[in-house]
């Protein structure tokens, strides 16, 4: 799948931030691809990007229209066929990440046809996966997991990856969301993979590799989460990971989207490493990462303070203040 670049960010009218979040991801760790947002009215989300026409998009260099949008089950409101449609025929190509395809809605599919433009269902994958073997594999691997879905899972993989990097470590980020797939150009929506065959697109995504290898895959979901639980289970035991870094949102007080109540970090640890000895006895936390966007900063520092204190592990918001006391416990726990 090769999708043209610049992006034209295309919001529709969804109610908050979190329902934008794979155009956030986009903008914040690809800014150089993105021209501007189309938003529609009554939409609550701003990318802090230029609002733009389809027209002045392309104007701007657009190639492509980006359906930067997530919402339960991933499907594509009736009402925003229109823009859509009017992008193809303006010239422009569309990439989605929704489960809905592009190509399943007739107006859509005939004004692709037409011009000649591309639809990307970055969604959706033509790759034939096994299922998982759960058979040890030369190199190493860390995980995300999280208290809660929308916690910051793929911007902690992300931040990692930079920071370990710096550090002439070996490591690659390893997308199994459509947001990821959009930034890194690889992975694997892993919700949209046939339950059989979760652990299995795992293996094919960080497959064996050199021992001193990192390969960190972008969690999705959690273990306590009563709609996606069973992916985070798929993920974690097809990851076979050698370590995990928890991720939290600390303001919620029940998870996204249903009625439960948030688990404690500590139920994340125990469960996780419980489940995780399945594939791999060896696996172990190796730091928490909070997302303190809603705190001040002094708050942030001593609520990180006292859970690392608490935990025994590294504790830090990785965009706000790094990901320096995690690379360090990566390195004293596995040295190469």
């Not at 969804?14 to 991801?25: E, F, H, Q, S, W």
């Not at 990856?161 to 694997?188: N, Y």
């Amino acid at each position: 799948m090769q999708i043209a670049t610049p992006y034209l960010m295309f919001l529709g009218d969804v109610p908050d931030r979190l329902a934008a979040k794979t155009a956030y991801g986009i903008v914040d760790w690809r800014p150089e691809w993105c021209v501007g947002q189309l938003r529609l009215p009554g939409c609550a989300a701003d990318l802090g990007i230029p609002d733009l026409t389809i027209e002045e998009g392309i104007a701007k260099g657009a190639r492509t229209l980006i359906v930067g949008v997530v919402n339960a089950g991933g499907v594509l409101p009736p009402h925003w066929v229109a823009s859509i449609v009017q992008a193809l025929e303006a010239g422009l190509d569309v990439a989605s990440g929704l489960h809905t395809r592009l190509g399943s809605v007739p107006a859509i599919a005939e004004a692709a046809s037409r011009h000649g433009r591309q639809l990307h269902d970055v969604r959706h994958s033509d790759q034939r996966f096994d299922t998982g073997k759960g058979t040890r594999r030369p190199g190493k691997r860390l995980l995300t997991v999280g208290t809660d879905c929308s916690v910051g899972k793929k911007y902690t993989v992300l931040a990692l990856e930079k920071g370990m990097r710096a550090r002439g470590l070996d490591a690659d980020f390893r997308a199994t969301g459509q947001t990821g797939v959009f930034i890194s150009g690889r992975g694997v929506a892993i919700d949209a993979v046939v339950a059989d065959f979760i652990s299995g697109a795992v293996e094919w995504i960080a497959p064996a590799a050199d021992p001193n290898h990192w390969d960190l895959i972008e969690g999705q979901g959690s273990l306590f989460h009563p709609s996606f639980a069973g992916v985070s289970l798929g993920l974690l035991h097809g990851a076979q990971a050698d370590a995990f870094v928890v991720c939290h949102e600390p303001t919620r007080t029940t998870m996204r989207g249903v009625k439960h109540p948030l688990p404690s970090l500590q139920e994340v640890i125990d469960l996780t490493v419980r489940l995780g000895r399945l594939t791999n006895p060896d696996i172990r936390p190796t730091g928490i990462a909070v997302n303190t966007q809603a705190l001040e900063e002094g708050e942030a520092r001593a609520l990180l303070d006292r859970l690392a204190a608490e935990h025994g592990l590294p504790a830090t918001d990785p965009v706000r203040f790094g990901v320096e006391g995690l690379v360090d416990r990566l390195v004293s726990e596995f040295p190469a």
